[in-house]
């Protein structure tokens, strides 16, 4: 199975922080949140992911070039942000000949029953979504 990983934002809200390292590679608990999302990916047996980089760049595929540890990663630069769909629109062919696969956002760590969600998903649907509620919906999205 395959799955994007989206991390090339700028991190406007994390500023100061997000000035010199990508949010991406902002640590939670000593630990890169895209370490994090890689390992995800590797004890889900996620066995592909493309990271689309943009913001701080260099610094991503330094990180990226130096995982090793049981998941292919490939890379797309975005010379402009392309947004989510932008981004999965661009790369289309890497996953045309996937039945099923993930899109997550570095940035937004998950405790999420991964293979709950795979089981929850209904051939006949189009995608399942994970969402959550959060206070202030209006800084991070409303799904309706």
Not at 2 to 21: C, Q, S, V
């Amino acid at each position: 199975m395959k799955a994007f990983l989206l991390a090339a934002g700028h991190g406007t809200r994390l500023r100061p922080y997000t000035d010199t390292i990508p949010k991406c590679l902002l640590p939670v608990q000593g630990v890169p949140m895209l370490d994090v999302w890689l390992s995800l990916c590797r004890r889900h047996s996620i066995s592909e992911v493309l990271v689309n980089i943009h913001a701080h760049a260099d610094a991503v595929l330094d990180f990226v070039r130096r995982w090793k540890d049981g998941v292919r990663v490939i890379v797309a630069e975005e010379p402009e942000l392309f947004g989510s769909a932008g981004t999965l629109r661009v790369n289309h062919a890497w996953i045309k000949n996937e039945d099923k696969f993930w899109i997550f956002y570095a940035d937004v760590l998950t405790c999420a029953d991964l293979d709950g969600i795979l089981r929850a998903h209904s051939p006949d649907s189009a995608a399942t979504l994970g969402v959550y509620s959060v206070p202030d919906p209006e800084r991070c999205g409303i799904a309706s």
